[in-house]
């Protein structure tokens, strides 16, 4: 499956921003789909997961509370909804995805990942 992210770029702390990631190439309501983030010389870290219907999802402590992830299978399209950001979320933001079937949680448990997403920019500025 390939992905393509859009969204972001600078936002002022304390406000909000939505990022889009579209599928294509395979049946998107099989795969569980996730965001990760990676700042500047720090290490990839899992963001948020959902699950294939939607039914559920997961968040980092870091973001619980003020960002939330769903899907439309129907548009192949998952979202990462950012409210209240802080100087610290700035990153570059991926969708990412599992092997087809798998559950999500080997993304933030095993951070098994097999696709990726090329990234897209948030910059929170104070």
């Known amino acids: 499956v390939q992905l393509q992210a859009s969204g972001g770029g600078l936002v002022q702390a304390g406000g909000s921003t939505t990022l889009s990631c579209v599928a294509s190439?395979?049946?998107?309501?099989?795969?569980?789909m996730g965001w990760f983030r990676q700042a500047p010389g720090k290490e990839r870290e899992f963001v948020a997961a959902?699950?294939?219907?939607?039914?559920?999802?997961y968040y980092a402590d870091s973001v619980k509370g003020r960002f939330t992830i769903s899907r439309d299978n129907a548009e192949n399209t998952v979202y990462l909804q950012m409210n209240g950001l802080k100087t610290e979320d700035t990153a570059v933001y991926y969708c990412?995805?599992?092997?087809?079937?798998?559950?999500?949680?080997?993304?933030?448990?095993?951070?098994?990942?097999?696709?990726w997403g090329q990234g897209t920019q948030v910059t929170v500025s104070s």
């Open positions: 990412a995805a599992p092997s087809r079937d798998q559950s999500m949680g080997v993304m933030f448990v095993r951070n098994e990942v097999e696709y």
């Open positions: 959902i699950s294939w219907s939607g039914g559920s999802t």
């Open positions: 190439g395979d049946t998107f309501s099989r795969y569980a």
